[in-house]
Nanobody
Framework: QVHLVESGGGLVQAGGSLRLSCAAS????????MGWFRQAPGKEREFVAA????????VYADSVKGRSTISRDDAKNTVYLHMNSLKPEETAVYYC???????????????????WGQGTQVTVTS
């Protein structure tokens, strides 16, 4: 059975940094796209970043571009999201997602992934 477990969330002051981790178990995702999404209260889940299998490509939402880095360690079956200069409006539950039905493409921005974690809360205080 596949599990994705996020960690690293918490309380951070505006302007601070966080590194989120997502550890996968049950199968390897080394050749699959993985990504991060977030959902604030009362809002739809939105794309944050994605990374292709074997790290051959990455893509970021405009709102986090230049301040965030997504990476993966396939030996550990883990994907990371490092975020800098955090803003209060980025307070949300951050979700890890793995494997899109059609591999890498424009759809990685959409929540169409086959597997999801339970999420980790990130709260940015002003």
């Amino acid at each position: 059975q596949v599990h994705l477990v996020e960690s690293g969330g918490g309380l951070v002051q505006a302007g601070g940094s966080l590194r989120l981790s997502c550890a996968a178990s049950g199968r390897s995702f080394s050749t699959n796209a993985m990504g991060w999404f977030r959902q604030a209260p009362g809002k739809e889940r939105e794309f944050v970043a994605a990374i292709a299998g074997r790290s051959v490509n990455t893509v970021y939402a405009d709102s986090v571009k230049g301040r965030s880095t997504i990476s993966r360690d396939d030996a550990k079956n883990t994907v990371y999201l490092h975020m800098n200069s955090l803003k209060p409006e980025e307070t949300a539950v951050y979700y890890c997602a793995a494997e899109t039905p059609r591999g890498w493409g424009p759809w990685v921005h959409t929540p169409a992934h086959n597997y999801w974690g339970q999420g980790t809360q990130v709260t940015v205080t002003s």
